[in-house]
């Protein structure tokens, strides 16, 4: 590639309550549900988003801090990787990598461990369907995992975050964040997913912990 400065994915994919103890449970019990995978994609089974071939996109590197890069390693290029298959179509890959290389005072983020990634494919999934209901694509993408020893040092932060098993996003679109709210909500009761949603005055969080929580 003639520009080092970017990576481009491969062709071959290499009020909050405790998740640690329920979210493996749930997520084998299918968060999404079958109301939930016709909502999405047609009726194909939850699992089948997880791993399709994307356009391509590149991420470049050079806009993110060097040191984050640097602590990253070999993971952040797989990382691009499986994001890239998930094939979304209003969420670009660059602003889910950029809501991860964050720091505060001198913890940096981190990019989830690999166990935990297919944790957040529904909940971008949930998101890009949010994105054509509303007809407008992901203006920012604010938080998406955050590390233990990251998330103790944001303010507000539970220490029972969702975040922290990689299953909640704090997004914002080009609309009044309670109306996001209010839609995606309303695509909840109608079986897309099972999960927490948070309005807030500037962003909406989303999450597929498996059982319906409001705030």
Not at 18 to 47: E, T
Not at 116 to 145: F, H, Q
Request: aromatic letters at 8%; glycine letters at 8%; a positive charge.
């Amino acid at each position: 590639m003639s520009d080092p400065a970017f990576f481009q994915p491969s062709s071959n994919p290499g009020p909050e309550t405790s998740p640690f103890s329920q979210l493996s449970r749930r997520k084998a019990a299918g968060i999404l549900g079958a109301a939930g995978a016709a909502l999405i994609g047609g009726g194909s089974p939850a699992s089948a988003f997880l791993f399709r071939k994307a356009a391509n996109p590149e991420v470049n590197l050079s806009t993110l801090p060097e040191q984050w890069v640097s602590l990253q390693g070999s993971n952040l290029p797989n990382y691009i990787d499986y994001l890239a298959n998930l094939n979304l179509e209003n969420i670009e890959v660059e602003q889910v990598v950029t809501a991860h290389a964050k720091q505060k005072g001198n913890c940096w983020n981190t990019i989830a461990p690999q166990n935990m990634w297919r944790n957040i494919g529904g909940t971008l999934k949930v998101i890009d369907r949010l994105a054509r209901e509303i007809n407008m694509p992901v203006k920012e993408v604010v938080s998406v995992y955050r590390s233990p020893s990251y998330n103790v040092r944001c303010p507000g932060a539970k220490s029972s975050s969702w975040h922290q098993v990689n299953c909640a996003v704090d997004v914002v679109f080009p609309a009044r964040a309670s109306s996001v709210t209010r839609t995606i909500r309303d695509l909840r009761n109608r079986g897309l997913f099972r999960g927490g949603v948070g309005g807030y005055s500037g962003f909406t969080h989303i999450d597929t912990r498996g059982q319906n929580v409001d705030w």
